[in-house]
């Protein structure tokens, strides 16, 4: 993975971010590193490519990094506070030095661990409140209306779902031998055989504005509930991952709140998008949505462990296992 365009090993970026004063946690990504200071988060993007993007040069990453700076600040506010280069000069690397730049960091204030959406569920089972399930609901309408006024391309989410739905299909069959007793073949056959009697439905819903450019990742560990609530790390890499249903996103925060063993948020969030004003899909499409992206999410699991040195490989199957066994549920409800 060494950045043979820009000269300077990624190793040895690490290791100078690591060593930053005050640095106190280093937090590696499929796709980032990101370094904790009291005050502030830096995330450095890997030089790497993938199906969405490629950021294995210099100028890649920087665009990148400019685009997800822009993204977020719809929904994090003042969090993301821009970037800056990190540059080689006499003195050597230095962050927003006077010498050349050799890669691109997104700065951002750090938040409390404690109140992440994940962190609050293990640790008080009384938690998060009513009010902050309310603010959290309101903070995300807010967004979506915002959203459907610059509506995405047309058939866009649905051309998505159509080939997420085949990559799954193709990757857990490859990777089966990981989970030899999960049958995941079941689960991506039905979701093949459902969409199509949906497809009017999704239709539908897109020309009604309920189909726009969202978050794209909407998951526990990615909400904040600071007062007002904060929520980050928007998908940046492609418009197309971003592109959702309303429902599909929310209903997958859902689904990722009942595998953390708190369905009744999952309840409150769906619930609350209703009275805000947003029509919701029939409980067949619903399923399809819930269960499509667990699908997903089990499959980019098992992806980890397609690298040449997977990070905790042990961690994968896992976060599979759990991912297809909901799925398998929702099948059959």
Known sequence: MA???????LAEKI??????????????????????????????????RFDYFDHRTLAARARACAEEVRLNRALAG????????LTVGVAGLAIGGDGRAVDWLVQ????????????????????PTEAEVAGLVTHLARFYRRQQMTPPPPGMYLRHLRREQAVNAEHLRQMAWVLPDVPHAPVTTDLERQIDPLVSEIVAREAAGLVVEGHGDLR????????????????????????VDVFDEVGYLAAECRLLGRPD?????LRGLTQAGFAPP???????????????????????????????????????RAFLTEALRLQHL
């Open 265 to 269: 948020i999952g309840g409150r969030l």
């Open 3 to 9: 950045d043979r365009v820009e000269g300077i090993p």
């Open 220 to 243: 526990p560990e990615h909400l904040c509930l600071t007062d007002p609530p904060v929520i980050f790390d928007r998908v940046e890499t492609a418009q197309e991952l971003r592109v």
């Open 282 to 320: 029939s409980p067949a499409l619903q399923r399809v949505y819930a269960r499509l992206r667990l699908v997903t999410r089990a499959r980019l699991a098992l992806d980890h462990l397609r690298d040449p040195v997977p990070s905790t490989p042990e961690k994968w199957p896992l976060r599979a």
């Open 78 to 85: 003042g969090v993301y506070l821009g970037t800056v280069p």
């Open 108 to 127: 951002m204030r750090r938040l409390p661990a404690e109140r992440m959406l994940d962190a609050l569920i293990a640790a008080d089972a009384a938690s």
């Open 15 to 48: 290791a100078f971010l690591a060593a930053m004063p005050g640095v106190d946690r280093v937090i590696e990504t499929h796709m980032a590193f990101v370094f904790l200071t009291a005050d502030f988060a830096f995330k450095l993007k890997k030089p790497v």
